[in-house]
């Protein structure tokens, strides 16, 4: 995973659930940098620059179209 990217940062935890969802359900590798720290205290973010999305450079392009689809979505936005 050392390899891996940040192709996206949120500010809060519950941000991240609908894309875990996703993201899983396309078998993407993935995982969240500072998760932890900021679900414990989430005045972390600020400190820690935020939850950085952590890809591998071959899904780039894949997370990067859902994460725009999310967008588009009026019901989903949280990017």
Do not use: C, R, S
Request: no cysteine; hydrophobic share 45%.
């Amino acid at each position: 995973m050392e390899n891996f990217i940040t192709v996206a940062i949120f500010n809060y935890q519950h941000e991240t659930l609908i894309i875990k969802n996703l993201l899983e359900q396309e078998g993407i590798a993935y995982f969240f940098e500072n998760e932890t720290i900021v679900g414990i205290n989430p005045f972390a973010t600020i400190a820690y620059g935020g939850i950085k999305l952590k890809v591998h450079p071959n899904d780039e392009a894949t997370v990067k179209e859902i994460l725009k689809k999310l967008n588009e979505d009026d019901h989903l936005k949280i990017v």
